[in-house]
């Protein structure tokens, strides 16, 4: 069974996935565990996966085209 994580931080994804009971599983190929970085998705040069609501207010939102690309590719 194969899990595609797509997060903004992965080195904080890979630890854990790496000394737990599902290293076990990845060692007995009962899992493949993939994550990837939503960064290398970004479309501009500052690698920025957020942007600012439409039509203003506070906060930021994710931008789709870094998830969409990303999800294109698995």
Do not use: W
């Not at 993939?34 to 690698?47: F, G, I, P, S």
């Amino acid at each position: 069974m194969r899990f595609d994580i797509i997060s903004v931080l992965p080195d904080l994804l890979t630890s854990p996935f790496a000394h737990s009971i599902l290293q076990r599983a990845q060692k007995k190929g009962v899992a493949e565990i993939v994550v990837h970085n939503l960064r290398d998705y970004a479309t501009n040069k500052q690698k920025s996966v957020d942007d600012y609501p439409y039509g203003g207010g506070s906060g930021m939102i994710m931008s789709i085209e870094p998830f969409a690309l990303c999800i294109e590719k698995l």
